[in-house]
């Protein structure tokens, strides 16, 4: 497994983050995003833990379009990852922000 | 709760409990944010997942208070490590004091994981203890199979100790699942490609047929929350009594006979003949009229 941390600057999000949300299951080709919250509200910090060694530049560039499509600001991702394609991984981020900052929860 | 066409057997475990109990109503022990994973998971560098494949908790359904287990079939096939055991034992350790009316038991789980060797089957075999001691106090377990890993293995043991086990057709219980098999006794014992053959021997139907499951229901979300209602109403209605030596006995008799009767059968439709008048016509049939013509379980 290879292990690493990213942190981003983003913009807070409109709704408190009241409890925190898992999105996903660790299976072949998919991943868990654990989604909570955290002090310092500037930035969101990522902890990924992937079966998939030497793709940390594009989990970067993953999480940079996101933090630009979310205002995840405050937020601590930490993800177990099986293998998930970049597609695979931006839509349970999607889905993992819907859940827990998302209007209508 | 929205979605009444939600497939159970195509739904995660998070999503079978969101619609099959009352809204809000979960209180999930050991979450996610614990990050209760597996210590051998981690020695072999193999991915871990933070409910270590299983979820625990206390909810309600339609009001009445229930603990409920929740098995993550597409995490290494539901498979029972010593955290994921522990996580169940500790639930079955908990029914004893808080004496819900049921337990439900959403089984998804191919048995123990072989990762975790000797602390997994330890982990099967304290579930099977603490399993009987609940029952023991009063307390019935209700078993629920529609995903796609079945019961299979300790698991298959644990959900025939259950007072209740219902099954969408999709379900699939036994002891060494087909694969199994056909490794240990050659492709002429069981082919496992043979999708058809494997669901008409071990799926929902035959089962059902042959007793050892007690309900079929569709294979959607909402169809397992009414049959999970029924059940503790009934049960609520009408306490079981225990099982005296008579009634064990009786039992033993009767598993002998079918012994006897189905000794040289090899496939789901000779078994069917002796249930229903069109044993062709099984499979195609609804569940409702699958269950009309199955009669009461024996």
Not at chain 1, 54 to 82: C, K, M, Q, Y
Not at chain 2, 94 to 113: I, M, N, Q, W, Y
Request: charged content about 20%; some cysteine.
């Amino acid at each position: 497994m290879e292990k690493f941390t990213l942190i981003l600057l983003s913009s807070r999000p409109t709704h408190e983050v009241l409890r925190s949300t898992i999105c996903g299951v660790v299976s072949s080709g998919n991943l868990e995003v654990l989604v909570e919250s955290k002090p310092n509200r500037d930035d969101c910090t990522v902890v990924v833990n992937t079966s998939a060694h030497g793709f940390r530049d594009i989990w970067e560039a993953v999480f940079r379009d996101f933090t630009r499509r979310h205002p995840a600001g405050g937020l601590s991702f930490t993800i177990n990852d099986a293998g998930a394609t970049p597609a695979v991984v931006s839509l349970r981020l999607d889905q993992a922000f819907e859940t827990c900052c998302g209007d209508g929860i | 709760m929205s979605g009444l066409q939600i497939s159970y057997f195509e739904a995660s475990a998070r999503k079978r409990l969101s619609g099959l109990l009352d809204a809000d109503s979960f209180t999930e022990f050991c979450p996610p944010e614990m990050r209760q994973t597996s210590p051998h998971l981690a020695l072999l560098d193999a991915p871990v997942a933070f409910d270590d494949g299983v979820i625990v908790g206390r909810a309600t359904l339609s009001g009445y208070p229930v603990l409920i287990i929740a098995q993550e079939g597409r995490f290494f096939g539901g498979s029972v490590g010593e955290v994921h055991g522990a996580k169940i034992c500790g639930l079955l350790a908990k029914a004893l004091s808080e004496r819900p009316v049921a337990v439900l038991l959403l089984a998804d789980s191919g048995g123990v994981r072989l990762h975790e060797a000797n602390a997994g089957l330890i982990a099967l075999s304290e579930i099977v203890r603490a399993a009987l001691h609940v029952q023991a106090a009063g307390i019935p377990l209700f078993a629920f199979i529609g995903g796609s890993c079945g019961a299979f293995g300790g698991m298959g043991i644990v959900t025939r100790l259950c007072a209740e086990v219902v099954m969408s057709e999709q379900g699939r219980l036994g002891l060494s699942g087909p694969e199994v098999i056909e490794t240990v006794k050659g492709v002429d014992e069981f082919d496992s490609r043979d999708r058809a053959l494997v669901w008409r021997i071990t799926g929902g139907k035959l089962r059902r047929a042959l007793g050892e499951a007690t309900l079929l229901v569709d294979d959607l979300i909402p169809a397992f929350r009414t049959a999970a209602i029924h059940l503790i109403e009934r049960y609520q209605a009408q306490p079981p009594v225990p099982d005296e030596l008579d009634i064990l006995l009786a039992a033993q008799a009767n598993l002998a006979k079918r012994r006897a009767r189905f000794d040289g059968a090899r496939d789901g439709r000779e078994i069917w003949q002796d249930f229903f008048a069109e044993p062709s016509r099984v499979p195609e049939m609804t569940v409702a009229e699958f269950n009309r013509q199955a009669g009461v379980p024996p």
